[in-house]
């Protein structure tokens, strides 16, 4: 056979093969990814109910064979400069693993400052293929392992690294968990979207302290991070958008809460996690639960018009709370649609209100997916 011929058809097998993958990428819902009317022939999208082994860790921080997985983290970092200057950050750092068929894993990665001190929002993302990643399938004793080129997030036992950088930010940061793991639902599974089921557990306090380099500046930080894993053989089909919540109060206490909505806007599933001073994970009824959007920012890159601010009543015998939270900057969209191929706002809030007739403060992350222009 002809050479020219023959390095012709491998390209073109590579640039079908790196088409495939963008239509597989694209299909899927990652937080800040929005389900496209693409199809995935190799999977069925409501597979049937499995039964599943309970979550170990260490073992299942480590990375899975499953069709999807995630490691997100977001938090609140403080630092006073030299000139006794205090600076506020929110940060977001999460990378995504998605396996298809034979196809070599694929990781996306997205990095993102909130400097409320100076009242910007800065974010850069990645996407690779990686056909040598060694995967250990939730077998390992070594923890977290994740990297996309030098952004890496490694961890063991609640005690993680995160190391990013962009434009004017570099970051490394150690992150101590001071509570136990959060099975999610009570036993670490939920449905994602109609036949689909997830691994899912948070570390929902954990202390920050290290390194932000800010404008060739370096502070030493430090303050406090929400962390998410969740893993599955789910594709969450039919699945429009969601608001996502993640509240940490002054009063050593934290709630998650999250509304996942079909494609005409219905919500689907309402969930709603109380956990107390003493790591008691309290499952609120989605009943319990009446939200009110405040406001709305219309972004100027997108024309898409999101929800800003919201007041949270909760009101059940086991929480009674009622809460504001307010957007740290109204501008935190993620434009992201060179690595994951959609957009989204997700940001650093601030929190007050009362919980169980006390006056309570906090910070927390809100992420909202799903919206239209």
């Not at 990428?25 to 109910?49: E, H, K, M, R």
């Not at 860790?57 to 499953?66: F, G, I, M, S, V």
Request: aromatic share 10%; glycine share 8%; charged share 15%.
């Amino acid at each position: 056979m002809n050479k020219g011929f023959t390095q012709k058809m491998s390209i073109r097998m590579m640039t079908v093969a790196l088409s495939l993958l963008t239509l597989l990428l694209a299909s899927c819902n990652f937080p800040g990814i929005v389900s496209t009317s693409a199809q995935l022939p190799q999977v069925s999208g409501t597979p049937p109910t499995p039964s599943l082994p309970p979550i170990h860790l260490p073992q299942d921080e480590a990375a899975h064979k499953d069709l999807t997985e995630w490691w997100y983290y977001t938090g609140h970092l403080n630092a006073t400069d030299a000139r006794s200057k205090v600076h506020h950050y929110g940060f977001e750092l999460v990378i995504f693993q998605l396996l298809r068929s034979d196809f070599p894993p694929i990781y996306a990665s997205h990095f993102a400052i909130s400097d409320i001190t100076r009242g910007e929002f800065h974010y850069d993302q990645r996407r690779l293929t990686e056909p040598n990643a060694v995967i250990p399938n939730g077998n390992s004793t070594q923890g977290i392992n994740v990297r996309v080129g030098d952004w890496t997030i490694q961890g063991l036992n609640g005690h993680d690294l995160l190391v990013a950088n962009m434009q004017n930010y570099t970051m490394q940061l150690n992150l101590t968990g001071l509570k136990p793991a959060t099975f999610h639902n009570g036993n670490g599974l939920i449905t994602v979207g109609p036949g689909s089921f997830s691994y899912y557990y948070s570390r929902t306090r954990m202390a920050v302290a290290g390194t932000l380099i800010d404008h060739n500046q370096a502070l030493q930080v430090s303050g406090q991070a929400w962390m998410d894993h969740q893993w599955g053989n789910f594709l969450a089909l039919g699945v429009g958008g969601w608001d996502w919540y993640s509240i940490q109060l002054n009063n050593d206490t934290e709630m998650m809460i999250y509304a996942i909505r079909d494609t005409k806007d219905k919500v689907l599933t309402t969930y709603i996690s109380y956990i107390d001073a003493n790591d008691v994970d309290h499952l609120i009824p989605a009943s319990a639960i009446h939200a009110m959007v405040l406001s709305h920012w219309t972004s100027p890159k997108t024309g898409i018009t999101y929800p800003s601010g919201w007041k949270l009543g909760i009101k059940d015998s086991q929480l009674q709370a009622t809460l504001t939270l307010m957007p740290q900057l109204k501008d935190q969209e993620l434009v992201a649609t060179q690595s994951t191929g959609n957009v989204y706002w997700e940001g650093a809030v601030s929190i007050n209100g009362q919980l169980a007739g006390k006056n309570v403060g906090g910070e927390g992350y809100v992420e909202l997916t799903g919206y239209k222009r």
